[in-house]
């Protein structure tokens, strides 16, 4: 299952990492490069040490924390079924959580790896089995 039509998100150079990762395979983050923190959503400094961060890909695997299914109409007209977005808690940090569509049917603990779904200069994370 593929993530729905829905408003794309803003790129911004803070955030431009995050979302064009894709087009390489990569599920790209910020790591700090005094303490090794990883940080997500985007900061302009280390939460834990004030450090400096740098882009760098995290592996892309984790186990699904919470989930919810939604029922959202995104466009007039567009498709009502079901879609689920859950809060990935990413194996790199205990605390390293990214929000993102998954599967409807997958559940709290369920191990996932990302995909990505190209939607024009946007690639959108996408977590599955």
Known sequence: MSPMSFPLPEVTAENEHFWRGGAHGELRLLRCTTCA???HPPVPSCPACGGALRTEAASGRGKVHAVTINHQ???PGGP????AVAVVRL?????LLVVAGVPVGTAID????VRFEPR??????????
């Open 110 to 113: 369920d191990s996932v790896r």
């Open 73 to 75: 109409q995104w466009m």
């Open 120 to 129: 024009g200069d946007v690639w959108l994370p996408w977590f599955g089995a």
């Open 80 to 83: 009502a079924e079901p879609y």
């Open 37 to 39: 923190t990883w940080v």
């Open 91 to 95: 194996e790199e940090q205990d605390d």
